[in-house]
């Protein structure tokens, strides 16, 4: 599978994460069938949040129980994990981040995370608490590398106004039906159209002129959780057309040429993929290695309902 540096850190990624939000619920062995099948598919980087399984750290203490890395397994492998999020509000504190940041080592049974990511941006944050959480966590050696998740330009920018670590991931919602970071600057200035509306500052151009790595979550969703695009042919028939046209060409299956279209973006934006299906990991594993041509990108766009002018 194809492998980029994660902006300047000097981590080799794959191209597609393994995500764990889905977890809680599996066996031991269905968990570790799951991480031997991304890693069998050349996939070395896992995605956790403290929030993900129910109840905190549920899903990161069953990974930590069922799969009980080996030392050369965690040495291979590029674990990241969030925090932030909290029942009723977000919480950026030193406090909260350090003993989040604790908990989530003791249930993955790590003694460090790769990346840390902050995981929805907090409208109370004091940027110089947050460095000083992060000075602390990178001094200590509990944490390598910091990113972001879901955060605008001027957040970031905010942020580094006190940061002395460099921010190297941010994890955006993003898929071919719910593109508005990428659409958005394609319709420029169209006064009637929808889609010339900028939402969140131009932000896959700021992470391309920054460096900062972006990384899509829910690849396959339509909207805000309200389920798949792919094989959904009652509200997308053209597109599902499209998908399973060039599915047959690159003999694939049409979510790994969803997958692809995201790829394919100069950005070098990763993947999450949060399937507990085995199969599913394999075959969309596969859209690593396809390159959509510049026509069948833009056909998938159109497809999806966006607009060239």
């Known amino acids: 599978m194809k492998k980029i540096e994660l902006s300047s850190s000097g981590i080799q990624a794959s191209s597609i994460i393994l995500g764990m939000m889905r977890i ?3 066996e031991d062995r269905d968990i570790r069938a799951l991480f031997d099948a ?6 070395n980087i896992i995605d956790h949040a403290d929030i993900y399984g ?13 799969v009980a890395l080996t030392p050369s397994e965690r040495q ?12 009723g509000f977000f919480d950026f504190s030193k406090a909260h981040i350090l003993d989040t940041v604790d908990k989530s080592l003791a249930a993955l049974k790590t003694d460090y995370l790769d990346i840390l990511l902050l995981h929805r941006p907090d409208a109370l944050v004091e940027p110089e608490e947050v460095a000083d959480a992060f000075d602390t966590l990178h001094r200590t050696g509990k944490v390598r590398h910091f990113g972001v998740s879901n955060h605008t330009p001027g957040q ?9 670590q460099p921010l190297i991931v941010n994890q955006i919602q993003l898929s071919l039906v719910h593109a508005p970071s990428i659409a958005s600057g394609i319709a420029a200035n169209m006064a009637g159209l929808e889609q010339s509306v900028d939402r969140d500052g131009e932000l896959v151009n700021y992470c391309r002129r920054e460096k900062i ?3 899509a979550w ?21 597109l599902n057309d499209v998908l399973d046209e060039l599915a047959k060409k690159y003999d694939v299956t049409p979510s790994a040429i969803a997958i692809a279209w995201i790829l394919r973006h100069p950005a070098r ?14 075959d969309c594993a596969k859209a690593a290695d396809i390159e959509l041509t510049r026509e069948e990108w833009y056909r998938l766009f159109t497809a999806a309902g966006y607009t060239l002018p």
């Open 24 to 26: 809680a619920g599996l």
């Open 38 to 43: 991304a890693r069998e598919a050349s996939i």
């Open 54 to 66: 129910g109840e905190r750290h549920r899903s990161e203490q069953r990974f930590g129980q069922a």
């Open 76 to 87: 291979e492998l590029i674990i990241q994990s969030k925090v932030g999020i909290r029942k």
């Open 156 to 164: 970031i920018e905010l942020l580094r106004t006190a940061l002395n």
């Open 213 to 215: 790595t972006l990384q």
């Open 218 to 238: 829910s690849p396959f969703q339509k909207g805000f959780f309200e389920g798949v695009f792919v094989g959904d042919r009652e509200n997308y028939p053209v």
């Open 269 to 282: 934006i990763q993947v999450v993929l949060g399937t507990t299906n085995l199969t599913r990991v394999k």
